[in-house]
């Protein structure tokens, strides 16, 4: 076996099964980071072995069963020896009885999530907590989405994994009467491992390959076992409107092409039919919540493709909804450009401009949408720093290459 394939292999076995064999890892010990390391080195132990051995025919279990013992290894030479330790012997005896009936490694991903979720935990920590432990992103990556510096959100992480070991917290779907607490918490998880695949970051690591259908395969096994959740039906509703448009975000040169210029006999219909009916089993349960609302806002964008755009006044009324159910910094800075189509470019600026200086000095939608906004209105060298602070803002080398184009023609 050449070491190029050994190394592809290994590199589809982390990015198909990370989230899966940290959650097993985890669940017994509640040391999310232990479990990180040892699966770091079964991912090392794949590379020097597999080009010699061969690929096993179970990559998954394979590792698994190398991180379970490089675990125990490590907490042997410490002398820890406490329930935890217990547990982890008996389960590294388990793993091969385990494997060799060809079964697949258990999904966990959604029992790590809800954990992620506990009330113990930092609410700010949760949603990139998840990111880190279930899809194996770095803090380069996860950065941008939640609007701080990786090195601050890497603290973060650190202090929640220490919480969940020293806590106990309890690997385990929450009682019925916990769900709405934390159901929340994993739908923002969900959304924001979509958004975080949505675009390529330089810089960042290579792991989210197929991270949108991930997210999207994860949303789709939550509403399975929460049939009488609307929320869930209305956020998988959402990705999959985006999903549907994803041929369409590049021409054939590989260029960025904005949703309004975006050729609709690209986009995928069986896509837009799925989310269609999942918007309308959500929003049959009667209650309305912001998931569902951002699907509506996608579905109204989707309306041309029927010859019959949606008015841009439904649009304003559609974010002003969602803004009156969860604000957000995004929400406003949409919210100002469905005014802009709707009454001008004035009123959007000033739909902008009403936004806290503080909260938009490093939101890269928001200088974007002002260059878009003070082009409209003429207002050229305004326009022009605006396109230069949404440049230097941007993580994607497609879409910093397009803004460049907009300044350009001005």
Known sequence: MNE?????????????????????????????????????????RALERWPVDGIPAQPDAWLLSVARHRKLD?????????????????????????????????????????????????????????????????????????????????????????????AGIPFEYPQARDLPQRLQDVLDGIYAAYGTGWDDVDGADALPCGLTAEAIDLCR????????????????????????????????????????????????HELLAQAEHHLRLACAMQSLGAYQLEAAIQSAHCERRAGAPVPPETLVALYEGLLALRPSVGAQVSRACALANARGPETGLRALDAIAANEVTNYQPFWAARAHLLAAGGARAAARQAYDRAIGLSASAVVRAYLHAMSDRL
Not at 16 to 41: F, K
Not at 142 to 149: D, E, I, P, Y
Not at 227 to 240: F, H, I, N, S
Not at 245 to 261: E, I, S
């Open 221 to 268: 096994i939550l509403c399975s076992l929460m049939p009488d959740e609307p929320e869930p039906l209305g956020l998988l509703a959402l990705m999959l409107f985006c999903e549907a448009r994803t041929a369409a975000r590049r021409n054939d040169a590989g260029a960025y092409v904005p949703l309004d210029q975006q050729d609709i006999t690209r986009w995928n």
């Open 74 to 166: 490590a907490w042997r030479h410490t002398r820890v020896q406490d329930a935890a330790t217990q547990s982890l012997m008996l389960l590294a005896g388990e793993v091969d009885e385990g494997t060799t009936d060809g079964a697949a490694v258990p999904d966990e991903r959604l029992r790590l999530l809800f954990v992620c979720a506990h009330p113990a935990i930092d609410a700010a920590a949760r949603a990139p907590l998840m990111l880190q432990t279930v899809l194996g992103l770095d803090a380069a990556r996860m950065a941008g989405a939640f609007l701080t510096a990786p090195a601050t959100l890497g603290q973060r992480l650190v202090r929640a994994k220490a919480r969940i070991r020293a």
């Open 4 to 44: 190029p394939a050994a190394r592809q292999a290994a590199e589809r076995a982390v990015r198909d099964s990370y989230g899966r064999l940290l959650a097993i890892l985890s669940a017994r010990t509640h040391d999310i980071a232990a479990s990180e390391d040892a699966l770091a080195d079964a991912f090392a």
